[in-house]
């Protein structure tokens, strides 16, 4: 099983600032099959990206991701007030499909 | 519209059963692999399970493996997991996702539903 670790857990940043969460992953993701999703409270997980750096139908260019292998980056060029929720990266590429623990944004 | 919409959450005690539904509309439901997808109160997202389109192949998380069984009716549209021998770490809302593409195994989940909370206690 590939596990998927995050870093930080939680990151305390302003509207407007730049927000760069972190996702690695305990062996090397085949073909990229990486993706990311935003969770606000009681809601469901929403898809942000997959295949690393593609971008989700409706998602805002402010969101961008990157990496390979075993290191992830989804960065959030200026943050607005909605974007401050948990973001859990997942691995698609094997049987026993993994998240990460989570990357808490929270306002400062 | 695609729509997932479970249903059948409720509190149950340690070692009964519960068997959850996802209702499926908006799309061709038999081209498509299903998921069950948890999440512990505060905790993070955990794949439970999976099924293709058929229902010929199903896998597991090792957490639950001979306990839940995956199962789908593609006349009704309708995805199933039936919960056998329920823990108390079993407490958590889940949710049925779809995979982003159809006939594809390996393919992130879009969309969600919006979950259905499962409380196992005495």
């Known amino acids: 099983e590939i596990v998927l670790t995050q870093s930080p857990g939680t990151l305390s940043l302003s509207p407007g600032e730049r927000a760069t969460l972190s996702c690695r992953a305990s062996?090397?993701?085949?073909?990229?099959?990486l993706a990311w999703y935003q969770q606000k409270p009681g809601q469901a997980p929403r898809l942000l990206m997959y295949g690393a750096s593609s971008r989700a139908t409706g998602i805002p260019d402010r969101f961008s991701g990157s990496g390979s292998g075993t290191d992830f980056t989804l960065t959030i060029s200026r943050l607005e007030p909605e974007d401050f929720a948990v973001y859990y990266c997942?691995?698609?590429?094997?049987?026993?499909?993994?998240f990460g623990q989570g990357t808490k944004l929270e306002i400062k | 519209e695609v729509q997932l919409v479970e249903s059948g959450g409720d509190l149950v005690q340690p070692g009964g059963s519960l068997r959850l539904s996802c209702a499926a509309s908006?799309?061709?439901?038999?081209?498509?692999?299903m998921h069950w997808v948890r999440q512990a109160p505060g905790k993070g997202l955990v794949w439970v399970s999976h099924?293709?389109?058929?229902?010929?192949?199903?896998t597991y998380a090792d957490s639950v493996k001979g306990r839940f069984t995956v199962s789908r009716d593609n006349a009704k549209n309708t995805l199933y997991l039936q919960m056998n021998s329920l823990r108390a770490e079993d407490t958590a809302v889940y949710y049925c996702?779809?995979?982003?593409?159809?006939?594809?195994?390996?393919?992130?989940?879009?969309?969600w539903g919006q979950g259905t909370l499962v409380t196992v206690s005495s």
């Open positions: 062996q090397s993701v085949s073909s990229s099959y």
């Open positions: 997942q691995q698609y590429g094997s049987s026993q499909f993994t």
């Open positions: 908006g799309f061709t439901f038999s081209h498509y692999w």
């Open positions: 099924i293709n389109g058929d229902g010929a192949y199903t």
């Open positions: 996702a779809r995979p982003g593409s159809a006939f594809s195994k390996y393919i992130w989940f879009d969309p």
